[in-house]
């Protein structure tokens, strides 16, 4: 079989909405579901901004009951998962509109579902599976990295803050993205550099993974290269609108590919790198992904030297670097406070979820060996 005819699928929300502008037809798309709304936002930058008044403003025009959850925080929790539960419980709105970073929609993702199935995150990392959709969602992006307006997991913190896990189910699946470039324009740089990162790496490891196909590679090549190219700029000048538009498109496909075609090993590592160092999600896959790309090198020789001339390298592994210096973003483990002492929790904490997808096969002994080159 030629490569046209691997087998790929595509599952989506049922609608996308991209476009610079769009946020101003949130509350047109929240009203197909009732009138009372639930706007679910993160930290202060959403209400500084004037956002928070906009958007709420637009449910008020259209006539809506506006709830509003605020202050979810950075890396949801279960216990925030869990609170905001019990505020979705005892509002009963019609749909629940997430609005922020990733950990925004995450929290109000888990949140949607957990309301309609009943019992807490535990018992879905335990097993228990979710048999009823969810919450009409609507994921209203505000950062360019993790496409979790799409997907169909939520990454949850353990309350002891000692590792990371989704809990999904394609029922997670958002009802609608609605994906506004311009809500990015206020994000900092290092956080434009991380999120954008994610990205990318995303697009990278989906393009390469075990599960791609040519529905997924389509949308992935085109990922890696307006990522490739743009990031720097938006970094750079974060008033750059065609940067932040290329670089919510990246971030969009990013999120289709991983959830059609999985991921791989910088995941599945960044997972325990980011909650054990407090190393922001992005920064932590950017660091650990020119040596799985080497590792992965001989199972997908063409589409990394795709990806090298999609940076506009002579090699992948180069493109890649080049572009994370110019981000100020570190390469050694050891610059993220890890060593040697830590290598093995942080092997046992990636095992399962994206390694699975890693187009390589790979032992713990093997990712230990890769870590310790990487310090
Ligand atoms: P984030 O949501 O944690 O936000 C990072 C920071 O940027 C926060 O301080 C936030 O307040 C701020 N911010 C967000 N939007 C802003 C804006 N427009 N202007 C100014 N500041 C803004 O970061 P993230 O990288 O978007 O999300 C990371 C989380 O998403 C992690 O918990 C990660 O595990 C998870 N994740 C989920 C999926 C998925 O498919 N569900 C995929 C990848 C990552």
Not at 14 to 29: M, N, P, S
Not at 33 to 46: A, C, D, Q
Not at 275 to 289: D, E, K, L, S, T
Not at 319 to 342: Q, V
């Amino acid at each position: 079989m030629g490569e046209y005819g691997l087998k790929s699928t595509l599952i989506l929300p049922k609608q996308i909405l991209f476009g610079t502008g769009v946020r101003a037809d949130l509350a047109k798309l929240a009203k197909r579901f009732g009138n009372k709304v639930l706007l679910v936002y993160g930290g202060r930058s959403f209400a500084e901004s004037g956002m928070k008044s906009e958007v709420s403003g637009l449910f008020g025009q259209a006539g809506m009951e506006v709830y509003e959850m605020g202050g979810t925080g950075h890396d949801p929790d279960e216990d925030t998962i869990n609170r905001a539960v019990v505020t979705v419980l005892d509002i009963k709105p019609d749909c629940i509109v997430g609005i922020g970073g990733g950990s925004v929609i995450d929290t109000a993702k888990a949140a949607s579902i957990i309301v309609t199935n009943g019992g807490a995150v535990k018992d879905y990392w335990g097993g228990r599976k979710f048999v009823n959709p969810s919450i009409p969602y609507i994921a209203v992006p505000t950062t360019a990295g993790t496409g979790a307006e799409v997907t169909k997991n939520a990454v949850i913190t353990s309350a002891d803050k000692s590792y990371k896990k989704s809990i999904r189910s394609e029922l997670m699946i958002p009802d609608i993205a609605l994906v506004d470039p311009s809500l990015t324009l206020t994000v900092p740089p290092p956080v434009t550099a991380d999120t954008g990162l994610d990205a990318l790496v995303q697009n990278i490891e989906a393009y390469t993974s075990k599960n791609s196909g040519p529905i997924t590679d389509t949308l992935a090549r085109k990922g890696i290269e307006l990522a490739g190219r743009y990031l720097v700029r938006g970094f750079e000048d974060p008033a750059d609108l065609e940067a932040r538009e290329a670089l919510s498109l990246a971030s969009l496909y990013g999120g289709i590919t991983l959830l059609n075609a999985g991921l791989g090993l910088a995941h599945g590592l960044s997972h325990p790198i980011g909650i054990r160092f407090g190393v922001p999600h992005g920064r932590a896959c950017a660091a650990v992904m020119p040596k799985v790309m080497e590792y992965n090198y001989p199972a997908q020789k063409r589409k990394y030297d795709e990806i090298g001339m999609l940076l506009g390298a002579k090699n992948s592994i180069d493109g890649f670097i080049g572009l994370i210096e110019k981000l100020d973003i570190p390469r050694r483990l050891r610059l993220l406070g890890i060593t040697e002492a830590d290598l093995k929790t942080i092997v046992t904490e990636s095992r399962g979820g994206s390694r699975n997808y890693n187009p390589i096969p790979h032992t713990d002994e093997t990712v230990e060996k890769m870590l310790r080159e990487m310090l």
